[in-house]
């Protein structure tokens, strides 16, 4: 197997290496100071403002997107390192415009979006002129099975009316969000429970749409993104608002998700990464029991542990990649589902050692680690819970196998 990237890939990680060099790494103490002196913290922090135009003028800008000629044309593989090293800093992704849940949505309306949808909304996403937010969970039902939404898209004429409550609607609290990529029911009681479901585009200033309120994690409110629990109370919008047609919910979800699934497992692994490179710099610097930490042989076997793990699910990612690109997200739905469980799992596991390494100082919100944890640890979460991708790859996997032996291969008796 070949394991080299093209020659332009690995101009844009040498480009996007040497940016992060120069502007993240030295802006993550002033990003912080600058996000703790706002006194709102719902407001855009400034060093991101004033990085989105270096990062455009580098060329270093809507790197996910492999269609449109605003972007870069990478594939999934071709944009995997990217991610990755685009994770090793919470806030970056964001100055390059490839942060959820953007990407996803930039993707959903390229993909299933008119003309008109994308005149009016794909085009200033592109620009970085706005945010948007999918709103799909409910706090009423187990949203894991999506066919139990139970949000209404009615059509009245020329318009819809939507009625429901969604929460976890991430990106809804940053106030350049506006617009909101609704799923709901259009039709309730349809034989076909994968036919029921549409997604309609939702401006956030269309009366009847509140945000009741900001839904912490673990204590941090990740403003200004934020995760919203929305009303939505005999919302109108015009009948073209509905993207590809009714009943073609589930359909834009297999297209969204995948890719939006495999970006969070591209940064999960550069967190990890990030982490990884903490605990060996912390075990390095300090002493305990007349030796430095690092020669502990407990610290040597988790850093060796971590190394092992981080190295096994980029492979896994990188594959599920390359899959998508050769075959469809669809066909490579097995793939997708494991990367999902086991960056997240991995994520979760690297940073719990590099917290311990730490000691009380990893719990505190000084390096950063708790909000490393927090992310992996909702992650084994969103875009789906790793039960339900576990459930969905060992349906695939039974499914290859008849229910009988054939001849060939059954187990011979012990009495011949």
Request: with cysteine; net charge neutral; hydrophobic share 40%.
């Amino acid at each position: 197997m070949d394991f080299h990237h093209a020659p332009k890939v690995t101009a844009l990680q040498e480009r996007l290496q040497a940016f992060m060099d120069e502007h993240i790494y030295p802006n993550e103490a002033t990003f912080k100071a600058e996000q703790a002196a706002l006194t709102d913290r719902w407001q855009p922090v400034p060093v991101v403002e004033r990085l989105k135009p270096v990062a455009r003028e580098a060329g270093l800008w809507n790197l996910f997107l492999p269609a449109s000629g605003a972007g870069a044309g990478l594939t999934n593989l071709e944009y995997a390192p990217l991610a990755e090293m685009m994770g090793r800093v919470q806030w970056s992704s964001e100055v390059f415009n490839c942060s959820a849940p953007d990407t996803g949505n930039m993707e959903t309306l390229e993909r299933y979006g008119t003309q008109e949808q994308k005149a009016r909304w794909l085009k200033p996403l592109l620009a970085g002129e706005i945010r948007s937010c999918f709103a799909m969970t409910e706090p009423d039902v187990a949203s894991s099975d999506a066919t139990n939404i139970a949000c209404t898209i009615t059509r009245d004429g020329g318009e819809y009316i939507i009625n429901g409550r969604k929460w976890w609607s991430s990106g809804s609290g940053d106030p350049r969000c506006k617009l909101l990529i609704v799923m709901g029911k259009t039709d309730p009681y349809g034989e076909d429970k994968y036919r029921q479901q549409s997604m309609i585009l939702v401006p956030t200033d269309t009366p009847g749409v509140t945000i009741e309120r900001m839904l912490p994690v673990f204590g941090f409110d990740d403003a200004p993104h934020g995760h919203g629990e929305i009303v939505f109370e005999n919302v109108r919008v015009p009948a073209e608002n509905i993207l590809l047609g009714e009943g073609r919910g589930f359909e834009i979800a297999q297209g969204r998700l995948g890719p939006g699934r495999i970006h969070h497992c591209m940064r999960a692994v550069g967190l990890a990464e990030r982490a990884l490179e903490m605990m060996c710099r912390r075990l390095s610097a300090r002493t305990a029991f007349g030796k430095p930490l690092a020669q502990q042989g407990v610290m040597i076997e988790r850093i060796a542990q971590s190394r092992i793990e981080i190295d096994q699910v980029r492979l896994l990612v990188l594959h599920a990649a390359w899959k998508m690109d050769q075959v469809g997200n669809k066909a490579a739905r097995a793939e997708i589902a494991g990367i999902k469980v086991a960056s997240a799992n991995m994520a979760c596991a690297v940073v719990d050692r590099a917290i311990q390494a730490f000691g009380g100082a990893g719990v505190t919100t000084d390096f950063g680690l708790s909000y490393m944890y927090k992310y992996a640890r909702t992650l084994r979460i969103v875009d789906g819970p790793d039960e339900v991708h576990r459930h969905q790859i060992g349906r695939l996997e039974l499914a290859k196998f008849p229910t009988t032996y054939p001849a060939a291969h059954r187990p011979a008796r012990a009495d011949g």
